[in-house]
Protein backbone atom coordinates (compact mmCIF):
# COMPACT_ATOMS: atom_id res chain seq x y z
CA UNK A 1 0.00 0.00 0.00
CA UNK A 2 1.66 3.52 -1.05
CA UNK A 3 1.71 6.51 1.82
CA UNK A 4 -0.39 8.68 0.52
CA UNK A 5 1.74 11.66 1.73
CA UNK A 6 4.52 10.49 -1.02
CA UNK A 7 1.82 11.08 -3.97
CA UNK A 8 2.85 13.99 -4.66
CA UNK A 9 6.72 12.89 -4.65
CA UNK A 10 5.58 9.63 -6.78
CA UNK A 11 3.92 12.23 -9.31
CA UNK A 12 6.58 14.43 -9.56
CA UNK A 13 8.99 11.41 -10.68
CA UNK A 14 6.89 9.83 -13.48
CA UNK A 15 6.79 13.62 -14.74
CA UNK A 16 10.51 13.35 -15.05
CA UNK A 17 10.56 9.41 -16.06
CA UNK A 18 10.16 10.79 -19.54
CA UNK A 19 9.92 7.76 -21.37
CA UNK A 20 8.37 5.74 -19.02
CA UNK A 21 10.60 2.79 -18.51
CA UNK A 22 9.99 3.27 -14.77
CA UNK A 23 13.48 5.23 -13.97
CA UNK A 24 14.76 8.49 -14.48
CA UNK A 25 18.15 8.84 -16.48
CA UNK A 26 20.10 12.47 -17.63
CA UNK A 27 17.97 12.61 -20.54
CA UNK A 28 14.84 12.02 -18.74
CA UNK A 29 16.04 14.77 -16.19
CA UNK A 30 17.24 17.24 -18.60
CA UNK A 31 14.03 16.85 -20.35
CA UNK A 32 11.87 19.80 -18.84
CA UNK A 33 14.73 22.58 -18.51
CA UNK A 34 15.08 22.01 -22.73
CA UNK A 35 11.41 22.46 -22.86
CA UNK A 36 10.80 25.21 -21.16
CA UNK A 37 13.89 27.10 -23.01
CA UNK A 38 12.21 25.98 -26.18
CA UNK A 39 8.89 27.45 -24.57
CA UNK A 40 10.18 30.71 -23.45
CA UNK A 41 12.61 31.00 -27.00
CA UNK A 42 15.63 31.01 -25.48
CA UNK A 43 18.24 29.07 -27.14
CA UNK A 44 20.02 26.37 -25.41
CA UNK A 45 23.42 27.58 -26.69
CA UNK A 46 22.34 31.27 -25.19
CA UNK A 47 24.05 32.29 -21.80
CA UNK A 48 21.11 32.79 -20.42
CA UNK A 49 19.72 29.10 -21.85
CA UNK A 50 23.43 27.45 -21.23
CA UNK A 51 23.32 28.38 -17.32
CA UNK A 52 20.04 26.89 -16.42
CA UNK A 53 21.22 23.68 -18.41
CA UNK A 54 24.68 24.05 -17.04
CA UNK A 55 22.74 24.65 -13.29
CA UNK A 56 19.94 22.04 -14.14
CA UNK A 57 22.93 19.24 -14.89
CA UNK A 58 24.54 20.24 -11.63
CA UNK A 59 21.78 19.26 -9.69
CA UNK A 60 21.07 16.25 -11.43
CA UNK A 61 24.18 14.94 -10.49
CA UNK A 62 23.91 16.27 -7.16
CA UNK A 63 20.57 14.20 -7.08
CA UNK A 64 22.42 10.93 -8.41
CA UNK A 65 25.21 11.40 -5.85
CA UNK A 66 22.65 10.97 -2.81
CA UNK A 67 20.37 8.87 -4.27
CA UNK A 68 21.55 6.16 -6.41
CA UNK A 69 22.61 3.75 -4.33
CA UNK A 70 23.30 0.85 -6.54
CA UNK A 71 25.45 3.53 -9.05
CA UNK A 72 23.72 2.40 -12.01
CA UNK A 73 23.38 6.10 -13.34
CA UNK A 74 19.69 6.21 -12.77
CA UNK A 75 16.67 6.56 -10.09
CA UNK A 76 14.65 4.29 -9.11
CA UNK A 77 11.21 5.24 -7.77
CA UNK A 78 12.54 3.73 -4.44
CA UNK A 79 15.95 5.37 -4.32
CA UNK A 80 14.25 8.59 -5.82
CA UNK A 81 11.50 8.30 -2.44
CA UNK A 82 14.23 7.41 -0.12
CA UNK A 83 16.35 10.59 -0.75
CA UNK A 84 13.80 13.32 -1.61
CA UNK A 85 12.62 13.77 1.65
CA UNK A 86 15.99 13.66 2.98
CA UNK A 87 17.90 16.34 5.20
CA UNK A 88 20.90 16.42 3.16
CA UNK A 89 18.60 17.09 -0.22
CA UNK A 90 17.03 19.69 1.70
CA UNK A 91 20.46 21.35 2.42
CA UNK A 92 21.01 24.65 1.32
CA UNK A 93 24.61 23.63 0.76
CA UNK A 94 23.27 20.79 -1.60
CA UNK A 95 25.49 21.53 -5.06
CA UNK A 96 22.68 23.63 -7.52
CA UNK A 97 20.23 23.69 -4.85
CA UNK A 98 19.35 27.44 -6.04
CA UNK A 99 21.65 28.32 -9.28
CA UNK A 100 18.45 26.30 -11.37
CA UNK A 101 15.90 28.41 -9.42
CA UNK A 102 18.53 31.52 -10.02
CA UNK A 103 19.05 30.68 -13.70
CA UNK A 104 15.30 30.31 -14.37
CA UNK A 105 14.46 33.25 -12.73
CA UNK A 106 16.74 34.87 -14.90
CA UNK A 107 15.02 33.31 -17.64
CA UNK A 108 11.62 34.36 -16.49
CA UNK A 109 12.75 38.03 -16.04
CA UNK A 110 12.30 38.88 -19.67
CA UNK A 111 12.56 42.75 -19.20
CA UNK A 112 15.96 42.31 -17.05
CA UNK A 113 14.53 44.39 -14.12
CA UNK A 114 15.69 41.93 -12.00
CA UNK A 115 12.03 41.20 -10.98
CA UNK A 116 9.36 39.06 -12.27
CA UNK A 117 5.75 40.51 -12.96
CA UNK A 118 2.81 39.53 -13.06
CA UNK A 119 2.51 38.80 -17.23
CA UNK A 120 5.50 36.97 -16.73
CA UNK A 121 4.91 34.89 -13.81
CA UNK A 122 1.65 33.94 -15.77
CA UNK A 123 3.61 32.98 -19.27
CA UNK A 124 5.49 30.42 -17.04
CA UNK A 125 2.47 28.97 -15.35
CA UNK A 126 0.59 28.63 -18.80
CA UNK A 127 3.56 26.24 -19.56
CA UNK A 128 3.87 24.39 -16.52
CA UNK A 129 -0.63 23.73 -17.30
CA UNK A 130 -1.07 25.99 -14.31
CA UNK A 131 -4.94 27.86 -14.88
CA UNK A 132 -4.92 31.35 -14.84
CA UNK A 133 -7.02 31.87 -11.65
CA UNK A 134 -4.41 29.92 -9.72
CA UNK A 135 -1.62 31.17 -11.07
CA UNK A 136 -2.54 34.92 -9.87
CA UNK A 137 -3.55 33.58 -6.10
CA UNK A 138 -0.29 31.97 -5.99
CA UNK A 139 1.60 34.75 -7.46
CA UNK A 140 -0.19 37.14 -4.99
CA UNK A 141 0.30 34.91 -2.13
CA UNK A 142 4.07 35.23 -2.64
CA UNK A 143 4.29 38.83 -3.24
CA UNK A 144 4.91 39.53 0.06
CA UNK A 145 5.33 43.62 -0.30
CA UNK A 146 2.29 43.76 -2.40
CA UNK A 147 4.03 45.77 -5.17
CA UNK A 148 2.95 43.21 -8.61
CA UNK A 149 6.22 41.86 -8.98
CA UNK A 150 8.04 38.97 -7.40
CA UNK A 151 11.89 40.20 -6.17
CA UNK A 152 14.67 36.91 -6.35
CA UNK A 153 13.44 35.82 -2.86
CA UNK A 154 9.98 35.57 -3.37
CA UNK A 155 10.70 33.66 -6.51
CA UNK A 156 12.32 31.08 -4.64
CA UNK A 157 9.26 31.27 -2.14
CA UNK A 158 7.40 30.48 -4.70
CA UNK A 159 9.38 27.47 -5.87
CA UNK A 160 9.49 25.97 -2.09
CA UNK A 161 5.85 26.11 -2.37
CA UNK A 162 4.99 25.05 -5.50
CA UNK A 163 7.41 21.95 -4.56
CA UNK A 164 6.38 21.45 -1.28
CA UNK A 165 9.52 21.94 0.60
CA UNK A 166 9.68 23.30 4.46
CA UNK A 167 10.64 26.61 4.36
Known sequence: MTDTSQLPLIHEFRRMDADGDGVV????????????????GVPENSPKGQAFLDASHVQWEALLALADTNRDNVLSLDEYLNRRVSADFRSPDRPG??????????????DGDGSISVAEFLHAAGFLC??????LDYFEQQDSDDDGRLALDEFFGAIKLFYGAPE
Do not use: N
Open 130 to 135: MPDQDA
Open 97 to 110: KGDVSRALFDLLDT
Open 25 to 40: DRTDYLRAPRAILTKL
